[in-house]
Protein backbone atom coordinates (compact mmCIF):
# COMPACT_ATOMS: atom_id res chain seq x y z
CA UNK A 1 0.00 0.00 0.00
CA UNK A 2 1.22 3.19 -0.60
CA UNK A 3 2.27 5.94 2.05
CA UNK A 4 -1.15 7.80 1.33
CA UNK A 5 -3.42 5.01 2.76
CA UNK A 6 -4.74 5.77 6.23
CA UNK A 7 -6.83 3.75 8.47
CA UNK A 8 -9.17 4.56 11.38
CA UNK A 9 -9.46 2.51 14.49
CA UNK A 10 -12.17 3.23 16.73
CA UNK A 11 -10.47 1.97 20.53
CA UNK A 12 -6.80 2.30 21.10
CA UNK A 13 -6.81 -0.56 24.13
CA UNK A 14 -5.15 -3.94 23.81
CA UNK A 15 -6.18 -5.03 20.28
CA UNK A 16 -7.05 -1.17 18.76
CA UNK A 17 -3.33 -0.24 19.95
CA UNK A 18 -1.64 -3.69 18.34
CA UNK A 19 -3.81 -3.28 15.29
CA UNK A 20 -2.75 0.22 14.87
CA UNK A 21 1.11 -1.16 15.10
CA UNK A 22 0.46 -3.64 12.24
CA UNK A 23 -0.68 -0.66 10.30
CA UNK A 24 1.95 1.70 11.14
CA UNK A 25 4.98 -0.32 10.80
CA UNK A 26 3.95 -0.94 6.57
CA UNK A 27 3.75 2.74 6.65
CA UNK A 28 0.02 3.51 6.68
CA UNK A 29 -0.82 6.44 8.19
CA UNK A 30 -3.30 5.68 11.22
CA UNK A 31 -6.18 7.48 13.31
CA UNK A 32 -6.91 6.10 16.34
CA UNK A 33 -9.86 7.34 18.42
CA UNK A 34 -10.50 6.89 22.10
CA UNK A 35 -12.23 9.26 24.00
CA UNK A 36 -10.43 7.45 27.27
CA UNK A 37 -7.32 10.10 28.08
CA UNK A 38 -6.06 6.85 29.91
CA UNK A 39 -6.42 4.68 27.01
CA UNK A 40 -4.89 7.79 24.58
CA UNK A 41 -1.80 8.29 27.27
CA UNK A 42 -0.74 5.02 27.32
CA UNK A 43 -0.84 3.83 23.75
CA UNK A 44 2.15 5.26 22.55
CA UNK A 45 4.25 2.81 25.40
CA UNK A 46 2.09 0.00 23.99
CA UNK A 47 2.99 1.40 20.30
CA UNK A 48 6.92 1.27 21.05
CA UNK A 49 6.79 -2.40 22.58
CA UNK A 50 4.85 -3.55 19.52
CA UNK A 51 6.99 -1.76 17.07
CA UNK A 52 10.58 -3.46 18.69
CA UNK A 53 8.87 -6.89 18.90
CA UNK A 54 8.26 -6.95 15.28
CA UNK A 55 11.34 -5.98 14.04
CA UNK A 56 10.03 -2.77 13.17
CA UNK A 57 11.41 0.62 12.61
CA UNK A 58 10.76 2.56 15.42
CA UNK A 59 9.91 6.01 13.78
CA UNK A 60 7.03 4.11 12.46
CA UNK A 61 5.26 5.22 15.31
CA UNK A 62 5.27 8.52 13.92
CA UNK A 63 2.77 7.28 11.22
CA UNK A 64 0.05 7.36 14.42
CA UNK A 65 -2.23 10.13 14.73
CA UNK A 66 -4.93 10.04 18.06
CA UNK A 67 -7.96 11.27 18.62
CA UNK A 68 -10.19 12.15 21.67
CA UNK A 69 -13.40 12.29 19.59
CA UNK A 70 -14.83 11.48 16.25
CA UNK A 71 -15.43 14.90 15.04
CA UNK A 72 -11.14 15.06 15.11
CA UNK A 73 -10.33 12.21 12.06
CA UNK A 74 -10.43 13.66 8.81
CA UNK A 75 -13.25 10.93 7.45
CA UNK A 76 -12.64 12.21 3.95
CA UNK A 77 -9.09 11.20 3.52
CA UNK A 78 -9.71 7.21 5.53
CA UNK A 79 -9.70 4.14 3.08
CA UNK A 80 -10.58 1.82 5.99
CA UNK A 81 -12.28 1.79 9.31
CA UNK A 82 -11.72 -0.87 11.74
CA UNK A 83 -13.67 -0.43 14.92
CA UNK A 84 -11.81 -1.96 18.37
CA UNK A 85 -13.93 -1.39 21.07
CA UNK A 86 -15.30 -3.91 24.01
CA UNK A 87 -17.93 -6.47 22.78
CA UNK A 88 -21.53 -3.80 23.66
CA UNK A 89 -23.55 -5.23 20.66
CA UNK A 90 -25.80 -1.77 21.17
CA UNK A 91 -21.97 0.46 21.33
CA UNK A 92 -20.65 -1.31 18.19
CA UNK A 93 -24.52 -0.86 16.26
CA UNK A 94 -24.13 2.73 17.44
CA UNK A 95 -20.97 3.45 16.57
CA UNK A 96 -21.62 2.18 13.02
CA UNK A 97 -24.60 4.40 12.82
CA UNK A 98 -22.26 7.12 13.17
CA UNK A 99 -19.49 5.69 11.12
CA UNK A 100 -21.98 5.34 8.10
CA UNK A 101 -22.85 8.66 7.87
CA UNK A 102 -19.13 9.80 8.53
CA UNK A 103 -17.25 8.09 6.15
CA UNK A 104 -16.78 8.07 2.42
CA UNK A 105 -19.59 5.86 0.90
CA UNK A 106 -16.83 3.54 -1.00
CA UNK A 107 -14.93 2.73 1.73
CA UNK A 108 -14.87 -0.69 3.38
CA UNK A 109 -15.69 -0.37 7.20
CA UNK A 110 -14.82 -3.46 9.48
CA UNK A 111 -15.82 -4.53 13.50
CA UNK A 112 -12.64 -6.82 15.22
CA UNK A 113 -15.49 -8.72 17.13
CA UNK A 114 -14.71 -11.79 18.29
CA UNK A 115 -18.44 -12.39 19.66
CA UNK A 116 -20.93 -11.49 17.52
CA UNK A 117 -22.79 -12.27 14.03
CA UNK A 118 -21.39 -9.22 11.54
CA UNK A 119 -25.03 -9.48 10.36
CA UNK A 120 -26.04 -8.07 13.93
CA UNK A 121 -23.35 -5.18 14.08
CA UNK A 122 -24.41 -4.18 10.81
CA UNK A 123 -28.07 -4.75 11.29
CA UNK A 124 -30.24 -1.42 10.00
CA UNK A 125 -27.34 -0.12 8.07
CA UNK A 126 -28.39 1.54 4.51
CA UNK A 127 -24.31 0.31 2.85
CA UNK A 128 -23.95 -2.84 5.05
CA UNK A 129 -22.27 -4.52 1.72
CA UNK A 130 -19.38 -1.92 2.49
CA UNK A 131 -19.41 -3.83 6.06
CA UNK A 132 -17.42 -6.68 7.28
CA UNK A 133 -15.46 -8.16 10.03
CA UNK A 134 -11.95 -8.14 10.34
CA UNK A 135 -11.10 -10.41 13.48
CA UNK A 136 -7.12 -10.06 14.69
CA UNK A 137 -6.61 -12.94 16.73
CA UNK A 138 -4.48 -11.69 20.83
CA UNK A 139 -1.80 -10.29 20.79
CA UNK A 140 -2.51 -8.85 17.26
CA UNK A 141 0.86 -7.48 16.27
CA UNK A 142 2.31 -11.14 16.74
CA UNK A 143 -0.57 -13.60 15.31
CA UNK A 144 -0.59 -13.80 11.54
CA UNK A 145 -4.22 -14.83 11.27
CA UNK A 146 -7.01 -12.31 10.51
CA UNK A 147 -10.40 -13.38 9.81
CA UNK A 148 -12.46 -11.49 7.07
CA UNK A 149 -15.62 -12.31 7.54
CA UNK A 150 -18.63 -11.92 5.39
CA UNK A 151 -21.94 -10.90 6.30
CA UNK A 152 -24.91 -11.93 3.76
CA UNK A 153 -24.99 -8.24 2.98
CA UNK A 154 -21.09 -7.76 2.59
CA UNK A 155 -20.08 -7.43 -0.84
CA UNK A 156 -17.79 -10.05 -1.82
CA UNK A 157 -15.63 -7.60 -3.62
CA UNK A 158 -15.40 -5.59 -0.22
CA UNK A 159 -14.74 -8.81 1.07
CA UNK A 160 -11.64 -9.53 -1.59
CA UNK A 161 -10.69 -5.69 -0.78
CA UNK A 162 -10.17 -6.71 3.16
CA UNK A 163 -8.17 -10.21 2.20
CA UNK A 164 -5.26 -7.99 0.13
CA UNK A 165 -5.32 -5.32 2.58
CA UNK A 166 -4.46 -7.66 5.49
CA UNK A 167 -1.77 -9.28 3.05
CA UNK A 168 -0.35 -6.13 2.33
CA UNK A 169 0.47 -5.67 6.03
CA UNK A 170 1.98 -8.72 6.23
CA UNK A 171 -1.16 -10.86 8.21
CA UNK A 172 -2.37 -14.64 7.05
CA UNK A 173 -6.20 -13.89 6.31
CA UNK A 174 -8.54 -16.46 5.39
CA UNK A 175 -12.11 -15.91 4.33
CA UNK A 176 -15.36 -17.03 6.37
CA UNK A 177 -17.94 -17.11 4.03
CA UNK A 178 -20.37 -17.59 6.29
CA UNK A 179 -21.78 -15.33 9.22
CA UNK A 180 -21.21 -18.57 11.96
CA UNK A 181 -20.85 -17.37 15.38
CA UNK A 182 -17.36 -17.74 16.52
CA UNK A 183 -16.36 -17.95 13.16
CA UNK A 184 -13.42 -20.46 12.40
CA UNK A 185 -10.47 -19.69 14.48
CA UNK A 186 -12.70 -19.35 17.74
CA UNK A 187 -15.16 -22.72 16.80
CA UNK A 188 -11.91 -24.65 16.74
CA UNK A 189 -10.83 -23.35 20.03
CA UNK A 190 -13.96 -24.43 21.70
CA UNK A 191 -14.19 -27.84 20.29
CA UNK A 192 -10.42 -28.53 21.49
CA UNK A 193 -11.65 -26.97 24.81
CA UNK A 194 -14.77 -28.85 25.48
CA UNK A 195 -13.33 -31.95 24.89
CA UNK A 196 -10.34 -31.10 27.07
CA UNK A 197 -12.65 -29.66 29.87
CA UNK A 198 -15.12 -32.88 29.55
CA UNK A 199 -11.87 -34.97 29.94
CA UNK A 200 -10.70 -33.16 33.41
CA UNK A 201 -14.16 -33.59 34.76
CA UNK A 202 -13.86 -37.90 33.53
CA UNK A 203 -10.55 -37.95 35.77
CA UNK A 204 -8.96 -38.88 32.21
CA UNK A 205 -6.00 -36.03 32.44
CA UNK A 206 -5.28 -32.83 34.53
CA UNK A 207 -5.09 -29.52 33.17
CA UNK A 208 -1.06 -30.07 33.20
CA UNK A 209 -1.51 -32.71 31.06
CA UNK A 210 -3.56 -30.97 28.65
CA UNK A 211 -1.49 -28.17 28.29
CA UNK A 212 1.56 -30.85 27.97
CA UNK A 213 -0.52 -32.89 25.60
CA UNK A 214 -1.04 -29.84 23.22
CA UNK A 215 2.11 -28.19 23.29
CA UNK A 216 4.59 -30.77 22.86
CA UNK A 217 2.38 -33.39 20.92
CA UNK A 218 -0.19 -32.12 18.16
CA UNK A 219 -0.15 -28.52 18.90
CA UNK A 220 4.17 -28.42 18.48
CA UNK A 221 3.36 -29.37 14.89
CA UNK A 222 0.56 -26.86 14.06
CA UNK A 223 3.75 -24.22 13.73
CA UNK A 224 5.01 -25.97 10.57
CA UNK A 225 1.34 -27.14 9.25
CA UNK A 226 -2.01 -26.99 9.67
CA UNK A 227 -4.25 -30.32 10.77
CA UNK A 228 -5.11 -30.94 6.35
CA UNK A 229 -1.66 -30.78 5.67
CA UNK A 230 -0.52 -33.13 8.43
CA UNK A 231 -2.99 -35.63 7.61
CA UNK A 232 -2.25 -35.35 3.80
CA UNK A 233 1.60 -36.38 4.92
CA UNK A 234 -0.01 -39.19 7.78
CA UNK A 235 -2.61 -40.25 5.17
CA UNK A 236 -6.20 -40.15 5.06
CA UNK A 237 -7.00 -43.72 5.11
CA UNK A 238 -5.74 -43.82 8.30
CA UNK A 239 -7.57 -41.20 9.33
CA UNK A 240 -10.80 -42.34 8.27
CA UNK A 241 -10.28 -45.01 10.07
CA UNK A 242 -9.45 -43.19 13.05
CA UNK A 243 -12.10 -40.98 12.66
CA UNK A 244 -14.46 -43.92 12.56
CA UNK A 245 -13.53 -45.75 15.47
CA UNK A 246 -13.25 -42.47 18.17
CA UNK A 247 -15.97 -39.67 16.78
CA UNK A 248 -18.39 -41.75 18.88
CA UNK A 249 -16.24 -41.86 22.18
CA UNK A 250 -15.79 -38.04 21.57
CA UNK A 251 -17.94 -35.32 23.72
CA UNK A 252 -20.76 -33.74 22.32
CA UNK A 253 -22.33 -32.02 25.26
CA UNK A 254 -24.58 -28.97 24.89
CA UNK A 255 -23.22 -27.36 28.31
CA UNK A 256 -19.66 -27.05 29.68
CA UNK A 257 -18.91 -29.21 32.76
CA UNK A 258 -20.47 -28.38 35.94
CA UNK A 259 -16.92 -27.88 37.20
CA UNK A 260 -16.42 -25.21 35.21
CA UNK A 261 -19.23 -23.42 36.25
CA UNK A 262 -18.55 -23.74 39.84
CA UNK A 263 -14.83 -22.40 39.24
CA UNK A 264 -16.42 -19.05 37.44
CA UNK A 265 -18.70 -19.07 40.24
CA UNK A 266 -15.90 -19.17 43.04
CA UNK A 267 -14.22 -16.51 40.88
CA UNK A 268 -11.51 -18.48 39.83
CA UNK A 269 -11.42 -17.02 36.48
CA UNK A 270 -7.80 -16.93 35.89
CA UNK A 271 -4.25 -14.43 35.96
CA UNK A 272 -6.71 -11.19 36.56
CA UNK A 273 -8.41 -12.81 40.00
CA UNK A 274 -5.08 -14.23 40.75
CA UNK A 275 -6.31 -17.64 40.25
CA UNK A 276 -7.80 -19.98 38.05
CA UNK A 277 -6.68 -24.37 37.79
CA UNK A 278 -3.68 -22.41 39.25
CA UNK A 279 -3.19 -20.05 41.59
CA UNK A 280 -0.49 -16.66 40.51
CA UNK A 281 1.16 -13.89 42.37
CA UNK A 282 1.96 -10.39 40.73
CA UNK A 283 5.13 -12.11 40.11
CA UNK A 284 4.28 -15.55 38.58
CA UNK A 285 2.01 -13.66 36.44
CA UNK A 286 4.76 -11.68 34.63
CA UNK A 287 7.35 -14.01 34.61
CA UNK A 288 4.20 -16.20 32.93
CA UNK A 289 3.59 -13.44 30.27
CA UNK A 290 7.05 -12.53 29.80
CA UNK A 291 7.99 -16.60 28.51
CA UNK A 292 4.87 -16.77 26.64
CA UNK A 293 5.89 -13.36 24.60
CA UNK A 294 9.25 -14.40 24.03
CA UNK A 295 7.99 -18.33 22.67
CA UNK A 296 5.73 -16.14 20.15
CA UNK A 297 8.16 -13.92 19.13
CA UNK A 298 10.20 -17.05 18.16
CA UNK A 299 7.21 -18.15 16.18
CA UNK A 300 6.58 -15.27 14.86
CA UNK A 301 10.03 -15.55 13.15
CA UNK A 302 9.67 -18.68 11.83
CA UNK A 303 5.96 -17.90 10.48
CA UNK A 304 7.96 -14.46 8.85
CA UNK A 305 10.76 -16.60 7.56
CA UNK A 306 8.32 -19.08 5.24
CA UNK A 307 7.48 -15.78 3.42
CA UNK A 308 10.76 -15.30 1.93
Known amino acids: ?76 AIDLVIEA ?47 AGLHFFMPAHLVP ?47 VMREAMWMIHDGVVTAEGVDTAVRYGFGFRFVACGPFLQKEMSGWDTNFAVATSLYPELHNEKTPPPFFKEMVQRGHIGMKAKHGFWPWTDESIAQEKARIEKALQAGFAILESDKK
Open 1 to 76: MSQASQVAIIGGGIMGGDIATVFAAKGWQVHVMSPSQKTRDALGTRLAAGLKKINADAACAKNVAVHARMEDVAWQ
Open 85 to 131: VTEDLPLKQKLFAQLEKLVRPNTPIATNTSNFKIGSVSQGLKTASRM
Open 145 to 191: LVEVVSADTTDPAVAAKLEQTMNEVGKAPIRVNKDVPGFVGNRLQQA
